[in-house]
């Protein structure tokens, strides 16, 4: 009796073990990018390509991976599109920010603003008040420009041209900037993946932003760290680069890839 508990345990573990590795498989089938072939998948997943052609044959039976029959290469397949369509659904973004957001400013005590692209520009839809807070005419709904906030520049940059062109052109008419420029700082913001600004909305307040990505690549936030001028803090370079690892993460968990931003 004990023996045949024994060979159960033994099998359950090896069934166990199996699913292990054949999710180690689909993980690094997902993290390649794009179709792969089997010696690209063998070497990401650290295991000899017959061991992994074993597996991918198990993932295309269960229609979590697909083999292109013209080129041989392997791909995820609709369950496993499925299975993450069926995640993302369930991630709101908002939800997300608040919890990453909030702990940053729990622990750095800095002042943070989230925007999202509105039909009038970019307009704050949260605000994270830091310790001491930060005074200032914005607020929750206040609209900022596109050309000359560090928020709008972020937009600018990784946002649809089909979404920001026509406020753009608008506040182009209003305050003309010379093309040269307004490519050069924006070349700038790309380069860097944020935005910066000294007291080009607001007198006196300074301002960086970081863009939140989606699924597809495309901005849909902005987080924006608000400080005053006068305000020094020795440590305020390491609470960008905190901000910006956020931002990064919200993004990973909206389903953005790194390799949109190569």
Not at 5 to 17: A, L, N
Not at 53 to 82: E, F, V
Not at 140 to 160: I, K, N
């Amino acid at each position: 009796m004990k023996k045949v508990t024994s060979e159960k345990v033994v099998e359950r573990r090896r069934g166990i073990q199996s699913v292990e590795i054949g999710l180690n498989v689909l993980q690094a089938l997902n993290g390649l990018g794009g179709p792969s072939t089997l010696t690209a998948i063998s070497q990401a997943s650290d295991m000899a390509p017959p061991q992994a052609h074993r597996y991918l044959q198990s993932l295309i039976a269960t229609g979590m991976a697909l083999q292109d029959p013209g080129t041989g290469r392997y791909d995820l397949g609709p369950a496993a599109i499925k299975i993450g369509l069926a995640s993302l659904a369930r991630t709101d973004a908002f939800k997300l920010v608040d919890r990453f957001v909030s702990a940053f400013v729990l622990e750095r005590g800095e002042t943070v603003q989230i925007a999202a692209l509105g039909p009038l520009g970019p307009t704050i839809v949260r605000w994270y008040s830091g310790s001491p807070g930060v005074t200032t005419s914005l607020t929750v709904g206040s609209v900022l420009s596109l050309l000359h906030s560090a928020t709008g520049r972020v937009f600018m940059c990784f946002a649809q041209d089909t979404e920001t062109a026509s406020l753009a052109a608008k506040e182009l008419k209003r305050a003309p900037i010379k093309k040269s420029d307004l490519k050069a700082t924006l070349d700038e913001v790309r380069s860097r993946g944020r935005a910066t600004v000294s007291g080009s909305v607001i007198p006196g307040l300074n301002a960086v932003a970081f863009p939140i990505f989606n699924l597809q690549g495309s901005v849909i936030l902005t987080a924006t760290l608000l400080w005053p001028a006068e305000r020094t803090d020795p440590a305020r370079s390491a609470s960008i680069e905190d901000l910006a690892q956020v931002c990064r993460e919200v993004s990973l968990q909206l389903g953005w890839s790194d390799t949109h931003s190569s």
